[in-house]
Nanobody, 124 residues
């Protein structure tokens, strides 16, 4: 069993930056690919980013490429999402997810665990 706890969300002005963190419990963190998704009110969940177990492979959603960066620290059981150049349309609840493959996470499938989410609100 893996528990995921997100943090780092908040209210920020457009153009600003945030770093989200997702801390995982358990000893098997390094065996999971990790990802971030987001969901805005009234919209479907959207893939944001995914990273392989080693951190050597990353994927990004088209709407965030060039502005978001996913990294992980297996020694700290934590995955991060650096968000730069925030836009009002980035306003969403951001969820951390764990799966067996970063490729599958990109497709939104085979997700083993979800976090509870952290709210990001971007004001214009």
């Amino acid at each position: 069993q893996v528990q995921l706890v997100e943090s780092g969300g908040g209210l920020v002005q457009a153009g600003g930056s945030l770093r989200l963190s997702c801390a995982a419990s358990g000893r098997t963190f390094s065996t999971y690919a990790m990802g971030w998704f987001r969901q805005a009110p009234g919209k479907e969940r959207e893939f944001v980013a995914a990273i392989s177990t080693s951190g050597g492979t990353t994927y990004y959603g088209d709407s965030v490429k060039g502005r978001f960066t996913i990294t992980r620290d297996n020694a700290k059981n934590t995955v991060y999402l650096q968000i730069d150049s925030l836009k009002p349309e980035d306003t969403s609840v951001y969820y951390c997810a764990a799966g067996r493959s970063s490729f599958q996470l990109r497709g939104g499938v085979s997700i083993n665990y979800w976090g509870q989410g952290t709210q990001v609100t971007v004001s214009s």
